[in-house]
């Protein structure tokens, strides 16, 4: 059981480029979210899904864009990168109603 | 605004010390209260609370949440330095368990 897998796990952009955080889970979660954590900070949510073809922002939602075609994809998207989302970005998902929530490793992403 | 706040930030004890944890909240729609222990990756699920007064243990570990103060305490007995982590509250709110708002961490360093 893989749980909640993210790629990449690091990767370096540069200004105004674009890229795919992927995240996969198979557990058959319904719920999926999407997560960043600046240093010394805790995470704060970017977007959400409660199920296929369902997304909505969070907290933080400038700059990037999801999709939830099947429940076990929620790729989160970031369009025109800047400095300001340097961060750790975290995947999780959670078949909901009071269970745990299960958290992927993490993507390290630096743009520069 | 809704909020989630932990103390101390960073704290240095030594290996055998016993340590409390706090976190306060004042968040709308509180679904349940969530303690993760952070090392270098992916936040570690330890406990989640929605019953005032009901302690959870884990081995060494403890925590218990007081609905009506707004607070949680998360306490370990018999420090190890395996211990040594950031630790995150986070409070569940709204329609769906994944939503939600995390505090800053309290470092704990636990010194041989």
């Known amino acids: 059981n893989a749980g909640v897998t993210q790629t990449p796990k690091f990767r370096i952009l540069k200004i105004g480029q674009s890229m795919t955080l992927q995240c996969a889970q198979d557990m058959n979660h319904n719920y999926m979210y999407w997560y960043r954590q600046d240093p010394g900070m805790g995470l704060k949510l970017i977007y959400y899904?409660?199920?296929?073809?369902?997304?909505d922002k969070g907290e933080v939602p400038n700059g990037y864009n999801v999709s939830r075609s099947t429940t076990e994809d929620f790729p989160l998207r970031l369009e025109l990168a800047a400095p300001s989302q340097t961060s750790v970005y975290f995947c999780?998902?959670?078949?909901?109603?009071?269970?745990?929530?299960?958290f992927g490793e993490g993507s390290w992403l630096t743009v520069v | 605004e809704d909020k989630v706040v932990q103390s101390p930030l960073s704290l240095v004890v030594h290996e055998g010390d016993t340590v409390t944890l706090n976190c306060s909240y004042e968040?709308?729609?509180?679904?349940?209260l969530l303690w993760y222990k952070q090392e270098k990756k992916a936040p570690t699920f330890l406990f989640m609370l929605t019953s005032s007064g009901i302690e959870k243990k884990s081995g060494r570990l403890s925590s218990i949440l007081d609905k009506k103060e707004l607070f949680s305490i998360l306490n370990i007995t018999a420090t190890q330095t395996g211990d040594s982590a950031v630790y995150l509250c986070?409070?569940?709110?709204?329609?769906?368990?994944?939503?939600?708002?995390f505090g800053k961490g309290t470092k704990l360093s636990v010194k041989p």
């Open positions: 999780a998902s959670t078949l909901g109603g009071g269970n745990t929530i299960y």
């Open positions: 968040v709308t729609n509180f679904r349940s």
């Open positions: 986070a409070v569940a709110y709204g329609g769906s368990q994944g939503n939600l708002i």
């Open positions: 899904s409660v199920g296929a073809g369902i997304t």
